[in-house]
């Protein structure tokens, strides 16, 4: 500091060319290397990072948590319900407030990519300087995946949250107008858990890609035709597109390798009912790089993190990604394997 000091005293003294040539000499990209370039490429990465496509976030309900620990979460219900007649001068009802509750955990993802001094040096594409691309992406693709490992599992729609017995919210015929109209039907027979029904304005169907345009021709169509009572045929306006926004799922055929293809899903809007719930850590709420300070240093002066550490001369980054996933409640979902004959 002392020297610094002195160099700004002698540029107030009307030397202020000598000395500003003795700052640039000794103030180089070369001695904060780590500060210069570490910014630029965390910038990166959250650029791309916030600009990946991530519409899972349009039905799944945002958490925060401030440590590693499980957190539960109370939902209450009851009050709410059609109000009962009170007679003249007689006492008010109690009625007792229900809760149930929901429980989720962060955990920390990441990835390291190295790579050698001499691929550094021959990289005449920048494509090392990408690796803050990937890394957003790796970690858009870590949330999504969270995300439908909770719709799925290897053998189909996740059982614990939807099934044909108790939830009733399992079916399997194939995706159309009508087995839309059916998953309607089943939704709407659901109950809150002091028995009332309940609204939901606005539904998310997420379709793997083997249904995109079959998804896409029923709710573009500009009309729609169904069979009523007595094979009766039927048309109208395409009502149903008003009440469902599409969502096209890549990772479904990974995780459910059973029916990954046919099986389709309707959620509710998280500002109704939120089924799926996803948790970042406070303070960590986007994912973070880091890259090795090299253990090496030249006699000549200056540190510079592109020349390598000691042994090896390699070049290595981190990315940290602290988030969670977990399933709130199942009320206003529905889902089909689609292993169903269409009709």
């Given at each position: 500091?002392?020297?610094?000091?002195?160099?700004?005293?002698?540029?107030?003294?009307?030397?202020?060319?000598?000395?500003?040539?003795?700052?640039?000499?000794?103030?180089?990209?070369?001695?904060?290397?780590?500060?210069?370039?570490?910014?630029?490429l965390?910038?990166?990465l959250?650029?791309?990072?916030?600009?990946?496509?991530?519409?899972?976030?349009?039905?799944?309900?945002?958490?925060?948590?401030?440590?590693?620990?499980?957190?539960e979460?109370?939902?209450?219900?009851?009050?709410?319900g059609?109000?009962?007649?009170?007679?003249?001068l007689?006492?008010?009802?109690?009625?007792?407030?229900?809760?149930?509750?929901?429980t989720?955990?962060?955990?920390?993802?990441?990835?390291?990519?190295?790579?050698s001094?001499?691929?550094f040096q021959?990289?005449?594409?920048?494509?090392?300087?990408?690796?803050?691309?990937?890394?957003?992406?790796?970690a858009?693709?870590?949330e999504?995946?969270?995300?439908?490992?909770?719709?799925?599992?290897?053998?189909?729609?996740?059982?614990?949250l939807?099934?044909?017995t108790?939830k009733?919210?399992?079916?399997?015929?194939?995706?159309?107008?009508t087995?839309?109209?059916?998953?309607?039907?089943?939704?709407?027979?659901?109950?809150d858990?002091?028995?009332?029904?309940?609204?939901?304005?606005?539904?998310?169907?997420?379709?793997?890609?083997?249904?995109?345009?079959?998804?896409?021709?029923?709710?573009?169509?500009?009309?729609?035709?169904?069979?009523?009572?007595?094979?009766?045929?039927?048309?109208?306006?395409?009502?149903?597109?008003?009440?469902?926004?599409?969502h096209?799922?890549?990772?479904?055929?990974?995780?459910?390798?059973?029916?990954?293809?046919?099986?389709?899903?309707?959620?509710?809007?998280?500002?109704?009912?939120?089924?799926?719930?996803?948790?970042?850590?406070?303070?960590?709420?986007?994912?973070?790089i880091?890259?090795?300070?090299?253990?090496?240093?030249?006699?000549?002066?200056?540190?510079d993190?592109?020349?390598?550490?000691?042994?090896?001369?390699?070049?290595?980054?981190?990315?940290r990604?602290?988030?969670?996933?977990?399933?709130?409640d199942?009320?206003g979902?529905?889902?089909?394997d689609?292993?169903?004959?269409?009709?």
């Open positions: 500091m002392s020297v610094f000091k002195e160099l700004f005293e002698d540029m107030k003294k009307d030397e202020v060319g000598l000395r500003s040539q003795e700052i640039m000499e000794i103030m180089t990209t070369s001695d904060l290397p780590i500060l210069l370039t570490g910014a630029a965390d910038r990166a959250l650029k791309a990072y916030r600009e990946f496509p991530a519409d899972w976030e349009q039905y799944v309900y945002a958490e925060k948590t401030r440590d590693f620990r499980t957190v979460r109370d939902m209450e219900y009851g009050g709410d059609a109000l009962e007649p009170v007679a003249q007689g006492p008010y009802p109690y009625e007792a407030l229900g809760e149930d509750k929901y989720f955990s962060v955990a920390k993802f990441g990835r390291k990519i190295g790579f001094f001499e691929a021959n990289d005449d594409l920048s494509a090392l300087k990408r690796i803050p691309e990937k890394l957003a992406r790796a858009r693709r870590t999504l995946k969270l995300i439908t490992s909770l719709l799925c599992n290897s053998g189909g729609p996740n059982p614990a939807f099934d044909d108790v009733k919210n399992l079916g399997e015929a194939p995706l159309s107008i087995s839309l109209t059916a998953a309607f039907d089943a939704i709407g027979e659901q109950k858990p002091s028995g009332e029904p309940f609204f939901v304005s606005r539904f998310h169907l997420i379709v793997p890609p083997a249904l995109e345009i079959t998804a896409k021709n029923i709710l573009e169509a500009i009309e729609l035709t169904y069979l009523g009572e007595s094979d009766v045929e039927y048309k109208t306006n395409n009502w149903i597109k008003q009440r469902i926004t599409l096209v799922n890549p990772y479904l055929p990974v995780i459910n390798t059973t029916s990954g293809s046919t099986a389709w899903y309707l959620l509710p809007d998280p500002a109704d009912i939120y089924c799926l719930v996803f948790a970042r850590l406070r303070g960590h709420e986007e994912p973070e880091f890259m090795k300070n090299p253990n090496a240093v030249k006699l000549g002066g200056g540190q993190p592109f020349n390598g550490d000691f042994d090896h001369d390699s070049i290595e980054y981190k990315v990604h602290i988030c969670g996933a977990a399933i709130a199942w009320r979902s529905y889902a089909s689609g292993s169903g004959s269409a009709t």
